[in-house]
Each structure stands twice: as structure tokens, then as C-alpha cells.
């Protein structure tokens, strides 16, 4: 079995072909860092983190770089507006993105790049495409000349005839200074108050589209195997730099173009002036019981290349899923000592997974299938319900109907995976919230969950134990009729 992915050059499913045999080199493109990451943003990156796993998975070794779009003019306006400079701001935010991140269990890059790191290798990549005649100077400004590339428009498929002329992007250079309305600004002159570089062409700074070129050529090659980002960059950001790269080296810039689908709420496209943005950082605040492992559950349930539309509903089915999904993660530390498991049975990183199962076998064929997280997420919630029902009968009657090897293998397995999709339970991933039920609650319901059991009215004591997890109780019923209980979100 190999990887098929969903090329968007071709527009068509590939089998993954490498440069380099087991080898695959990737570039995600990054945040403008003006502002705290929204749900788009946790889509996007929550969608390449799984790839990128599961690619390590199934035995690539893979390089991931990723750059932080640090010189932007929506960066200044923000400087502007907080009376301060466009590198606190900067750096403000992309500490943020790191925070974010990492609550949602993204693993960071084996490397970043930004753009006012990358200024050299910039403006040697703008005087190559001037000296080949693909750009040209203007008065402190330097533009691309787009209808000097043939193959403009290949990734998009848009035709330069069909396209509104200066809709090229955030540039917004004088229209009297281009040759023609579909050209873009590679070099923008200084203008005053503003911070600038000095360069051939005069003090200055670069347009957006170049910094992605010059970046991904200097972190990893003329051509690469995968190139990432979300749908909404395909044009003109995507389409701009193919024409930069290609024009000046002369081979493919990307052999594979990977995009997401934007985020939807309510049925509508999310964006500030419908008043329905929404940062991952509010998301949480205003739903203080969230997990974030609940958050990236929803994220992944989906077509990576469709739209999503984020819900309430669909977000409490997703915590509920999360539920689910959790109790079977936990039944190793939960029930293993009681079935004669080892501690080292209990370390997922001393699993061996035997991946010949089929559990193993189906979460493969879905995933290899342009990365079906959906299809992925069947296995594990089949071996979540698997171990649920286990642990249930281990509670009521002191034992499982499945032998305790069975069950390890199981439970090994759906850790395993989880991981593959970056979904684990743990302390790291608790949101920060204000606790929910008081203690004296919580102590109540388990003194009404000890009488049902010991009438043995399990239907009775089921949902009380149901009622505690919603409230982010989870219970550890030990020998002897003990029950413990911890908050675990």
C-alpha cells in the first residue's frame, strides 16, 4: 500500500512520490503575526500536524519547516494602532501562536523562518528575476511582469483575461508605476514612519509573495515534495510564488500542493465583518469545559479539503466523542494493574503494534486514502467502546469476558493511533477552567452511586456515573467498594 494524496496542481489524487526515497521535505505556510490565531488557523494547522504524523508513521522521514510572515502591512497598521513597532507586535503574537498550538498537541517544526531572517536571501532572489527580465524597477519599487510567465495561473486555474486587474493580493503599490494592472510587487519603497531595509532598488521592505519563495529556498530547495496552507492562499499567494521560484530556477517549485477548507459558522464563511470570528483563545474562554483534545476531535471528523462548519452542536458532539474516546485511553492506567498488566505495559511508547491486525490494517487503507481522518477515527472509537464496555463489566462484575492479553493489545493499539491523529488524554491537555461541580456535589453523587451499586441498580449507577462525567469527573473504582474520582476537564 502506498499514500495517495489530493494534488492541487493536478487537481487529482497522486500516489506520494518523493525526491528522495522515504524522504519528504514539506513547507506549511504560516501566520501573519498580527493577531491571536482564530478557529481557521487551528484547522489549518491541526489538519498538517496529522498529516505530518502520520507520514512519520508510516516510516518517511519527515522534514517540516514553517514560516512566520513577520514584515506585513497588517502588522504595521496594528503597530500604528498600539502606538508601538512592528516587531513588539510581532513577537507578541508569535508567542501566542505558540501557546495556541501547543494546546492543541501540535508538534512544533523541525524549523522556523521569518521573513526579517530571510532579507538577503530576498533580495537575491528579486535581482535574479530582474536580471532574467521577470522583474523590473520602478522608482524605489520593484514589480514582477506576471504576463512574462507562461504557466501563470497553472495552480489556480484562473486565466489572467477572466481576473479583475490589481487583484493581486496585499499589495497595493501606485497603479501608475506598474506596466501592467496584473503585475505585483516583489520590493516596496520606504515610506515614512515605516521600518525599512536598504537594498539595490533603495531603502525598502519585500512584498508577501517573495518572502515564501526566498524562505522555502533557503530552507530547503529549488523543489520540494509537499507544499501546505489553506485553500484560501491557492490565489494569488500560492499561484505568485510558483511564478517567482519557477522563473528563476527553472524547475517545479512544489511536487505536491496541499490545501485545507476554510471554516464555516453557522452555515456562513467566518470573518469579522459578519461578527462571527472567533480566536482559539476566545473559543476556550467562553467555554470553559472544552477540551482542546475535543476542539481538534471536531477538526479531524471531517474531509480535510472541505469546508467545516463549526456549530455549537457539532462542538458538544465533538466533547461528547472526546468522552468516549478518553475512557478508552484510560483504561490501561485504570484497569491494567488490576489485570496483571506490567508498568512497562502501561508506557505507549513501549507499545508494539502489530500491524498486521486488522484494527490496524483499516486505520491504514483510510488514512493512506488523501489522509481520511474520518475513516481513522472509526478504528479508534470501535477500540474506545471495545475497552469501555471491558472496563464496564470489570466494575459491575469484577471481571472482563476478554482475556487480559487481548485487552492490552487493544488498548495499546487505540493509544498508539490516537497519537498518529495527536489526540491524548493527560493533564497536558486540560483546559484551564474554573472548577465545575463543588466538592460536596461531586461527594453527594457518589454516595447515591454507591447505594444503586449496592442494590444493584446499574442502570441507576451508570447514570450518575455519566452525570460525573459531564461534569469533568472521571471515577477509578478500586477492590473494596473505594471509588476515586479527579477533575480531568
Known amino acids: 500500500m502506498t499514500v495517495v494524496l489530493y494534488n492541487t496542481l493536478s487537481r487529482r489524487k497522486e500516489p506520494l512520490e518523493t525526491l528522495e526515497p522515504g524522504k519528504v521535505n514539506i513547507y506549511c505556510c504560516g501566520v501573519t503575526v498580527y493577531d491571536h490565531c482564530h478557529l481557521g488557523h487551528a484547522r489549518c494547522y491541526v489538519v498538517w500536524d496529522t498529516v505530518r504524523r502520520y507520514l512519520q508513521w508510516r516510516g518517511y522521514g519527515v522534514y517540516y519547516v514553517q514560516n512566520f510572515t513577520d514584515i506585513d502591512d497588517k502588522i504595521l497598521n496594528r503597530a500604528r494602532t498600539e502606538n508601538t513597532s512592528m516587531q513588539t507586535v510581532a513577537d507578541r503574537y508569535t508567542a501566542a501562536y505558540f501557546e495556541d498550538m501547543a494546546r492543541l498537541n501540535i508538534l512544533e517544526a523541525d524549523a522556523y523562518t521569518y521573513a526579517t531572517k530571510t532579507l538577503d536571501g530576498i533580495q537575491r532572489l528579486i535581482g535574479e528575476l530582474e536580471h532574467k527580465g521577470y522583474a523590473y524597477p520602478a522608482d524605489g519599487d520593484v514589480y514582477y511582469a506576471v504576463r512574462k510567465f507562461a504557466g501563470y495561473g497553472k495552480l489556480s486555474g484562473r486565466r489572467l483575461e477572466d481576473l479583475q486587474a490589481g487583484a493581486s493580493g496585499r499589495v497595493n503599490p501606485s497603479e501608475t508605476l506598474k506596466h501592467d494592472p496584473f503585475d505585483f510587487a516583489l520590493w516596496k519603497a520606504a515610506k515614512p514612519g515605516e521600518p525599512s531595509w536598504s537594498s539595490p532598488w533603495g531603502p525598502g521592505r519585500p512584498g508577501w509573495h517573495i518572502e515564501c519563495s526566498a524562505m522555502i529556498r533557503e530552507q530547503l530547495a529549488d523543489t520540494i515534495d509537499i507544499h501546505m496552507g489553506g485553500s484560501d492562499l491557492i490565489f494569488p499567494h500560492h499561484e505568485n510564488e510558483i511564478a517567482q521560484s519557477e522563473a528563476a530556477t527553472g524547475k517545479p517549485l512544489a ?16 470573518s469579522k465583518s459578519l461578527g462571527n470570528f472567533t480566536t482559539i483563545r476566545q473559543l476556550f474562554e467562553t467555554n470553559p469545559g472544552l477540551s482542546p483534545m475535543a ?5 479531524l471528523q471531517g474531509q480535510y479539503r472541505k469546508p467545516v462548519d463549526f456549530t455549537a452542536v457539532a462542538l458538544a458532539a465533538a466533547q461528547n466523542s472526546w468522552h468516549t474516546l478518553r475512557e478508552g485511553l484510560e483504561f490501561g492506567p485504570q484497569f491494567g494493574p488490576n489485570l496483571g498488566w506490567q508498568p512497562q505495559d502501561l508506557a505507549a511508547e513501549a507499545a508494539v503494534l502489530d500491524r498486521e491486525t486488522a484494527s490496524v490494517q483499516t486505520f491504514q487503507v483510510a488514512m493512506d486514502d488523501d489522509f481520511n481522518t474520518a475513516g481513522g477515527l472509526a478504528v479508534l472509537f470501535d477500540l474506545a467502546k471495545d475497552l469501555r464496555r471491558a472496563g464496564n463489566l470489570i466494575t ?24 498518529v491523529l495527536g489526540l491524548q488524554a493527560g493533564p497536558k491537555h486540560q483546559p484551564e477552567s474554573p472548577p465545575g461541580l463543588s466538592v460536596a456535589a461531586i461527594e453527594e453523587l457518589l454516595d447515591q452511586r454507591q447505594q444503586a451499586r449496592a442494590a444493584k441498580d446499574f442502570a441507576a449507577s451508570d447514570r450518575i456515573r455519566d452525570q460525573l462525567q459531564a461534569g469533568g469527573i472521571a471515577l477509578i473504582d478500586k477492590p473494596g467498594g473505594v471509588t476515586e474520582w479527579y477533575r480531568q476537564s
Open 396 to 419: 459491575h462484575t469484577g471481571g472482563a469476558d476478554t482475556d487480559s492479553e487481548t485487552l492490552k493489545n487493544q488498548w495499546q493499539t487505540l493509544v498508539t493511533l490516537a497519537q
Open 295 to 299: 476542539l481538534r476531535l471536531f477538526l
Open 255 to 270: 511536487r505536491y500542493w496541499m490545501h485545507n477548507g476554510m471554516v464555516n459558522v453557522g452555515g456562513e464563511k467566518m
